[in-house]
């Protein structure tokens, strides 16, 4: 099971090199960067997630066991949501640098 | 980007958009603001009611993050919120340009909180002592490691926060320019114009329900996105002003309580 796995993915990875090169057009690393920027993004998007509900859950238990508190625990919340969520940004931004910015000449 | 963005109605020429476009924003605010403060009233009504909602939420934020000490700050930070607050705004008005969704002008707004927040715990505290501050409150030894440590989590700051409002803005940008494209006459609505039968019903149906998912979630999600990064921005300036106002008065907390 695991070893199809691994084959199933090097076939994957090894797809895009293929038809590049019978494309001609060299630019092996441009496929690479679009399947770095989906994988990149879906993990850090879902270890993100992970991150914010831990986050909320405990914000929402303060705020249940201490109404009175609730304004100074909701700012405090989305505080550290926006820097949770900054780490996620990084990935998006660089994600945007693989896919957009034609500039980068990696081969 | 620009392939999939509609380039904006208005340009001048020679100018990058964002630049023009900043220019607009200055131009409202600041008209608004001297329409609004020209004839000022004790007990005010229409526009400088307004505006003075407005700056009393500042103050309001500004009294409940850094206290009574962070009032002269208040331009400052309302400037940087209602600029980001209207660039965020007009990225979402079709045919204009979201300022904020650009790189440089993020970093420009960065750099200037980086540099003020600096320069405000110079003065508060006196170079020597702000500088000796970096290095906290360790042993001797440690000092040197710390005060690298510390210079660098400074310089990520500026980083951060262009970085988030960027991601943040040009993310939905692309968010809302995708389910355009799904959507419009090269999409699902072209599909259901195209005149056959399977293409009317299948496009008909999923063209309203994009068309409904837009109108009903994203754009109010968008524009609830837009308050709350300009919210994040101002927060986040309040905390590192405040964080170089009291750096000393918790670093002799922290003395006292381990001595």
Known sequence: ?107 | MEAIEHPPIFRLPGIPDHVTYTWLIMVILAGLTFVASRNLQLVPRGLQNFLEVVLEQFQQMIDDVMGEKGRPYLPLIATLGLFILAGNLMGLVPGMVGVTGNLNTNAACALVVFIAYHWIGARKQGLGPYLAHFAGPVPLALKPLMFVIEIISHLARPLSLTLRLFGNIVGGHILLAVIFLLMGLDGLIGWALSGSVPGAIIGGIGGLVTIAFTVGFLYPLKILVAFLQAFIFVMLTMLYISGAIEESEHHSEHHAEHH
């Open chain 1, 1 to 107: 099971m695991r070893r199809s796995l691994i084959l199933v993915g090097l076939a994957v990875l090894a797809f895009p090199t293929a038809a590049m090169a019978a494309d001609g057009t060299g630019g092996w690393i441009a496929p690479f960067a679009v399947i770095a920027a989906g994988i990149g993004m879906a993990i850090a998007a879902g270890l993100c997630g992970l991150g914010q509900g831990r986050a909320v859950a405990s914000a929402v238990d303060a705020m249940a066991r201490q109404p009175g508190a609730a304004a100074r625990i909701q700012t405090a919340m989305i505080i550290g949501l926006a820097l949770i969520e900054s780490l996620a940004i990084y990935t998006l931004v660089i994600a945007l640098i693989l896919l957009f910015v034609k500039g980068i000449n990696f081969a």
